[in-house]
């Protein structure tokens, strides 16, 4: 397994980029622990992981996406359409431990409608995901208007907030640690993990070498699709209410963190490590400035202004060793 996760390439990348994300995440906790008023509380700890819960989860397998060579925009979209099918389910009379098993499968369908589009047909990715962006929002509103469904058990919108016992451990923070273990063993120790680096960096090649990866990719987009399901579920149980608006804007979020995570947007660089580092990046910067009572518009530029730094400062860092080395060879 060392082996595998030493020839992924995610040492080199840990060594650099990650580790500069990990610090900086780092740093700035200890400086808004100190600076801003009750942002060190263990409860603001606790609402700083479930208020990440959402991009993490969707940032796992967006980075895995992005990784090779591809994007899904319109996962926020799916979010509030599985939310808005929640409470049409709900309102018809049927049980929520049916319901949501079938919002995750209504994810994973939607998920399937882009990987066809784009590995079946050919399409761009960019295109088709802002194209299902806008009508997976459309059919949220078909389907619930501008009505929320409110009425949710108590049991289970409890438990999205609650704690273990009385450890003031958030319910979330297990399973989400959990998937984030199994999807950096998938990702920097399998043979599977490799064909996804393998299918960004050359897609060509990977073919030749035995990577489906039109099938790599189309399964990738049905488990994207997936996740924003169960994202659904639990957005829709957190804030006790199915709406058509729930996790709009959030798509920009979670490419946020996975190209200020070190992901090429280029496909075939990156690693799990500095994308979980900059999912609590973002939202810690977001919840300190909620804290010092800073507007939301401000909020959407500061998000705005990381993707910015994220897609320019890895290819700035780039370019600048390159032209340093090209420096040492013509002085050699």
Not at 23 to 46: D, K, M, P, Y
Not at 142 to 147: A, F, I, Q
């Amino acid at each position: 397994m060392w082996t595998r996760f030493r020839s992924s390439g995610a040492l080199r990348s840990l060594a650099t980029w990650d580790a500069a994300i990990i610090a900086a995440t780092v740093l700035f906790l200890l400086i808004a622990a100190q600076s801003v008023e009750h942002f060190g509380t263990a409860r603001n700890a606790g609402h700083l992981v479930i208020d990440l819960a959402p991009v993490l989860l969707l940032a796992l397998v967006m980075t895995l996406i992005v990784m090779t060579g591809e994007i899904d925009l319109s996962v926020a979209s799916t979010v509030g359409l599985t939310s808005a099918a929640m409470g049409v389910m709900w309102n018809a009379g049927v049980s929520l431990e049916t319901i949501m098993p079938l919002a995750v499968l209504l994810g994973a369908v939607l998920g399937a409608v882009n990987g066809l589009f784009i590995t079946g047909f050919g399409l761009p990715s960019l295109a088709v995901t802002i194209g299902t962006l806008a009508l997976y929002r459309g059919l949220s509103y078909v389907l619930l208007g501008d009505t929320a469904v409110a009425d949710w058990p108590r049991n289970f919108t409890g438990w999205t907030l609650g704690t273990i016992g009385e450890s003031g451990i958030p319910n979330l923070l297990i399973p989400m640690a959990i998937l984030a273990a199994a999807f950096a063993v998938l990702l920097h120790a399998t043979t599977w993990g490799r064909s996804i680096y393998a299918a960004g960096a050359n897609p060509i090649a990977a073919a030749y070498s035995g990577v489906a990866v039109r099938r790599l990719k189309f399964w990738l987009y049905v488990g994207s699709g997936a996740m924003a399901g169960l994202v659904g579920v639990l957005w829709t149980l957190r804030y006790s209410s199915a709406r058509a608006d729930n996790a709009y804007g959030l798509e920009l979020t979670v490419v946020a963190v996975v190209l200020l995570g070190g992901v090429s947007i280029f496909g075939g660089k990156g690693a799990l490590p500095g994308v979980l580092a900059a999912v609590v990046l973002l939202t810690a910067v977001q919840n300190a400035l909620r804290l010092a009572h800073v507007s939301t518009e401000a909020l959407t530029v500061v998000t705005g202004s990381l993707l910015i730094v994220a897609v320019l400062a890895p290819n700035l860092i780039s370019s600048a060793g390159e032209a340093l080395r090209a420096r040492r060879r013509r002085t050699a």
